[in-house]
Nanobody
Framework: QVRFVESGGGLEQPGGSLTLSCTAS????????MDWYHQAPGQERIEIAR????????WYRDPVKGRFTISRDDRKNMVFLRMTNLKPEDTGTYYC?????????????WGRGTRVTVLS
């Protein structure tokens, strides 16, 4: 079963940058589309970025478009989220996982996430 460990969060000023990392255990990582999710305090977790298998196409939710970049390194079983021009509304916990709801057989547990705080 694939498991995810997110890292790289921290405290930033508005306009700052962070790069989040997600390391996946298990095999067949390269066969999965991967999403980054954002859960703002008191809000539901929502997908904000997606990268397809092979990494040649990405999708972004409008609020992060042009500021965040998703990438992957299948040799290392990792997916990244480069966050620039951070805004206070980017505060929250960030998770990686496959797109939800997942296909049968891809119900992978959520990691603990990594927390980002952007000062207001």
């Amino acid at each position: 079963q694939v498991r995810f460990v997110e890292s790289g969060g921290g405290l930033e000023q508005p306009g700052g940058s962070l790069t989040l990392s997600c390391t996946a255990s298990g095999s067949d990582f390269e066969y999965h589309m991967m999403d980054w999710y954002h859960q703002a305090p008191g809000q539901e977790r929502i997908e904000i970025a997606r990268i397809v298998q092979g990494g040649d196409r990405q999708w972004y939710r409008d609020p992060v478009k042009g500021r965040f970049t998703i990438s992957r390194d299948d040799r290392k079983n990792m997916v990244f989220l480069r966050m620039t021009n951070l805004k206070p509304e980017d505060t929250g916990t960030y998770y990686c996982n496959v797109p939800q709801p997942p296909p049968a057989g891809q119900e992978f547990p959520w990691g603990r996430g990594t927390r980002v705080t952007v000062l207001s």
